[in-house]
């Protein structure tokens, strides 16, 4: 399908996947771009954690990021949380009070999503819920919708459930090791509940699965152009379309927030360190965290090198920066290795490395054809076996990208090479 965000500005996508729940597509767009590789962007990070810091009209909400939100003690994360699980049970027309028994659990569980995992790394999620016990997989039971959808049924099949104890009825579900600690949490699950169920809630219909696709999709743009939340809102907004289905401003600015929120939580928690706190040594070590200082600086094609950044040829010809094998050259010359300057001929600078021996600063190559190293048009440095540091295209800057699980990139790689000067 394509997704419009805003004027002039089209995403052609081809299937997805879940983040933290969320529906991220990775179809190709323009020009070769996937919309994980913008989402794992650092300035787009950057600018989905500004838009989950606002408030419903762009301005700051009036607390930082992780500190106490509307009075709830909620951060933003958690705030979209305890949402999501107060819209599943309106969804399934079941009374507050199973709202306060799921938010209570939730909070003793994950303190409502700051800890998604329990149980020695056995269970996750809102409910510390184990996909051994048939909640589903490990991404689904990280849905928060899921998550709670799934608690519902349970405590739905609970005999006279709503006249019995909060204890009594979560710890049916949960079978804690600690069943008494959940009524502690009943007070303060009643006032989330009331307090969200009070505030002003999408007119009529909650979004469908598609509008929720296309306003995380849009978010993500629109960020990644690093527009004013107010106005990637009304672009987010305005690409919807005048469709019978579509929801009110109302909903489609809760959704966006919510979404803001849980990949804020979820992007950042994917984003490698800076280099300042990567850890290990050794030659690959010091790649890398060269590489990681030039975040930021614009591809050039043809342009850096072991000087560091520089005006390119052709279309890089007004541009100081980076293209990929610059890059690299630079990096490695960093850490007290001379390779040479292009992708093809890079290909010969060390011996070829296993993908399951990868090690960071090793160069990740990928071709056209993956089984011909002739038609090598790419290279990257590895950052730790699933996310490398790189200079992409034109009109992009050296970033962050998760590679594996990117089909993109899958269906191109072609091999990975641990430099070594003299090595030929």
Same mark, same amino acid.
């Given at each position: 399908?394509?997704?419009?965000?805003?004027?002039?500005?089209?995403?052609?996508?081809?299937?997805?996947?879940?983040?933290?729940?969320?529906?991220?597509?990775?179809?190709?767009?323009?020009?070769? /771009?996937?919309?994980?590789?913008?989402?794992?962007?650092?300035?787009?990070?950057?600018?989905?954690?500004?838009?989950?810091? @606002?408030?419903?009209?762009?301005?700051?909400?009036?607390? *930082? #990021?992780?500190?106490?939100?509307?009075?709830?003690?909620?951060?933003?994360?958690?705030?979209?949380?305890?949402?999501?699980?107060?819209?599943?049970?309106?969804?399934?027309?079941?009374?507050?009070?199973?709202?306060?028994?799921?938010?209570?659990?939730?909070?003793?569980?994950?303190?409502?999503?700051?800890?998604?995992?329990?149980?020695?790394?056995?269970?996750?999620?809102?409910?510390?819920?184990?996909?051994?016990?048939?909640?589903?997989?490990?991404?689904?039971?990280?849905?928060?919708?899921?998550?709670? $959808?799934?608690?519902?049924?349970?405590?739905?099949?609970?005999?006279?459930? !709503?006249?019995?104890?909060?204890?009594?009825?979560?710890?049916?579900?949960?079978?804690?090791?600690?069943?008494?600690?959940?009524?502690?949490?009943?007070?303060?699950?009643?006032?989330?509940?009331?307090?969200?169920?009070?505030? %002003?809630?999408?007119?009529?219909?909650?979004?469908?699965?598609?509008?929720?696709?296309?306003?995380?999709?849009?978010? =993500?743009?629109?960020?990644?152009?690093?527009?004013?939340?107010? !106005?990637?809102?009304?672009?987010?907004?305005?690409?919807?379309?005048?469709? %019978? +289905?579509? *929801?009110?401003?109302?909903?489609?600015? #809760?959704?966006?927030?919510?979404?803001?929120?849980?990949?804020?939580?979820?992007?950042?928690?994917?984003? %490698?360190? $800076?280099?300042?706190?990567?850890?290990?040594?050794?030659?690959? =070590?010091?790649?890398?965290?060269?590489?990681?200082?030039?975040?930021?600086?614009?591809?050039?094609?043809?342009?850096?090198?072991?000087?560091?950044?520089?005006?390119?040829?052709?279309?890089?010809?007004?541009? =100081?920066?980076?293209?990929?094998?610059?890059?690299?050259?630079?990096?490695?010359?960093?850490?007290?290795?001379?390779?040479?300057?292009?992708?093809?001929?890079?290909?010969?600078?060390?011996?070829?490395?296993? #993908?399951?021996?990868?090690? %960071?600063?090793?160069?990740?190559?990928?071709? /056209? +054809?993956?089984?011909?190293?002739?038609?090598?048009?790419?290279?990257?440095? +590895?950052?730790?076996?699933?996310?490398?540091?790189?200079?992409?295209?034109?009109? $992009?800057?050296?970033?962050?990208?998760?590679?594996?699980? +990117?089909?993109?990139?899958? @269906?191109?790689?072609?091999?990975?090479?641990?430099?070594?000067?003299?090595? #030929?």
């Amino acid at each position: 399908m394509i997704v419009a965000a805003g004027t002039g500005f089209k995403l052609a996508t081809a299937g997805g996947f879940l983040l933290g729940g969320v529906a991220i597509v990775t179809g190709a767009a323009s020009s070769g /771009t996937h919309l994980s590789d913008l989402a794992h962007q650092p300035d787009t990070v950057a600018t989905i954690c500004d838009y989950a810091g @606002s408030g419903p009209t762009g301005s700051p909400s009036g607390a *930082p #990021r992780g500190t106490a939100s509307g009075g709830l003690g909620l951060d933003a994360g958690q705030l979209s949380n305890a949402r999501a699980i107060i819209d599943t049970a309106n969804q399934l027309s079941l009374p507050d009070r199973a709202a306060v028994i799921a938010i209570a659990t939730a909070l003793q569980e994950s303190d409502l999503g700051h800890d998604l995992t329990g149980d020695h790394g056995t269970s996750f999620g809102l409910f510390h819920q184990k996909p051994t016990s048939g909640y589903g997989t490990r991404t689904q039971i990280l849905d928060p919708h899921h998550a709670a $959808r799934a608690f519902y049924a349970r405590l739905t099949h609970l005999d006279g459930w !709503q006249r019995l104890p909060l204890t009594q009825a979560a710890q049916a579900i949960q079978k804690s090791a600690s069943p008494g600690a959940y009524a502690h949490q009943e007070g303060r699950a009643t006032q989330i509940v009331r307090t969200l169920s009070s505030a %002003p809630g999408p007119p009529g219909t909650f979004p469908t699965d598609d509008i929720k696709d296309r306003i995380t999709t849009g978010l =993500v743009l629109t960020a990644a152009r690093k527009l004013p939340r107010d !106005q990637a809102l009304t672009q987010v907004t305005g690409s919807l379309g005048d469709s %019978p +289905n579509k *929801p009110g401003a109302d909903a489609v600015a #809760r959704q966006f927030q919510d979404d803001a929120a849980q990949l804020c939580a979820e992007l950042g928690a994917d984003t %490698p360190d $800076r280099p300042g706190n990567l850890t290990g040594s050794g030659r690959g =070590v010091m790649a890398i965290r060269a590489a990681m200082s030039q975040l930021g600086v614009p591809y050039s094609w043809g342009g850096g090198g072991t000087d560091g950044p520089s005006t390119g040829t052709d279309q890089g010809a007004g541009t =100081v920066g980076y293209d990929c094998s610059g890059l690299a050259q630079y990096a490695w010359a960093r850490a007290g290795t001379s390779i040479t300057r292009t992708t093809d001929t890079q290909w010969h600078d060390g011996p070829h490395i296993p #993908r399951d021996k990868l090690q %960071p600063g090793d160069l990740i190559f990928f071709a /056209t +054809n993956p089984s011909d190293p002739a038609t090598i048009h790419h290279v990257a440095l +590895n950052f730790d076996g699933q996310r490398m540091v790189h200079a992409p295209q034109t009109g $992009r800057t050296v970033e962050i990208t998760r590679w594996t699980g +990117n089909p993109y990139y899958e @269906s191109q790689y072609i091999g990975s090479v641990r430099p070594q000067t003299g090595h #030929r």
